[in-house]
């Protein structure tokens, strides 16, 4: 994978989230990934309202085509978009969210576990939780 030629998560964010799916027993190829924005803005920033706004409907296609069960938010940008301006990261991570049928579970963003390797026990257990609350959906 390239930076630059349309594959989520590469780079140091990319490479630790594939070391969580190892950790975990997941296949990168048995999720699926989707950002906010369909192209990166410049210098890697976070994606401004009217950006992201621009791409909610085809995001909006992206879901209803493969109707997930359970829907990981990583990050700020994603919690926002998704759940509303009125969540934040820190309060909301780790904490389960449903909305028109699909569980939403809030996490840091793998970038944020760079810049804080504290914040990586959390991730953890939220995947961990996501992989629990999955096997239940399943079964049902």
Not at 7 to 24: H, Q, S, Y
Not at 36 to 42: E, F, L, N, T
Not at 110 to 135: G, N, Q, S
Request: some cysteine; proline content about 5%.
């Amino acid at each position: 994978m390239k930076i630059g030629y349309g594959e989520p998560f590469v780079g140091k964010a990319g490479k630790l989230m594939d070391k969580a799916f190892i950790g975990l027993g997941i296949k990168r190829e048995e999720v699926y990934i989707a950002n906010i924005v369909k192209c990166r803005p410049p210098q890697n920033r976070n994606p401004e309202n009217d950006e992201a706004q621009a791409c909610m409907d085809f995001l909006r296609s992206q879901v209803m085509l493969v109707k997930p069960k359970i829907i990981v938010l990583l990050g700020s940008v994603a919690l926002k978009n998704i759940l509303g301006k009125d969540y934040g990261i820190t309060a909301s991570r780790g904490k389960w969210f449903e909305n028109k049928g699909i569980l939403y579970m809030p996490t840091w963003h793998p970038a944020a576990l760079l810049r804080d390797e504290t914040k990586k026990i959390d991730f953890w257990k939220d995947l961990k939780e996501v992989l629990a609350r999955l096997e239940i959906v399943n079964s049902m």
